[in-house]
């Protein structure tokens, strides 16, 4: 059975930072392209980040500069760092692997405030 387990939400001032974390089992992470999305209240969801199985990323333009996607092939994990981070950051982040456009797992989402 294959899971995607997002963690590292949370709480945040704006200009801070938090790291996620996308922990999988039942798939190896690095033959699969990669990507974090977002989805905030009443909007459509948006591709924040993506990881290809190459090693090759591609970032919104609304985070560049400020997030970074990694993957950790020894703990199966990839990870999403964000720094600087906005009040329109806050969102719920959800994680995608992609094998192909008909077999894709999702993650269950982690909250992200960002919030005085």
């Known amino acids: 059975q294959v899971q995607l387990v997002e963690s590292g939400g949370g709480l945040v001032q704006p200009g801070g930072s938090l790291r996620l974390s996308c922990a999988a089992s039942g798939i190896i992470l690095s033959s699969y392209t990669m990507g974090w999305y977002r989805q905030a209240p009443g909007k459509q969801r948006e591709l924040v980040a993506t990881?290809?199985?190459?090693?090759?990323?591609n970032y919104a333009d609304s985070v560049k500069g400020r997030f970074t996607i990694s993957r950790d092939n020894n703990k199966n994990t990839v990870y999403l760092q964000m720094n600087s981070l906005k009040p329109e950051d806050t969102a719920v982040y959800s994680c995608?692997?992609?094998?192909?456009?008909?077999?894709?797992?999702w993650g269950q989402g982690t909250q992200v405030t960002v919030s005085s």
């Open positions: 995608n692997a992609q094998w192909s456009l008909n077999r894709y797992y």
């Open positions: 990881l290809a199985r190459g090693g090759s990323t």
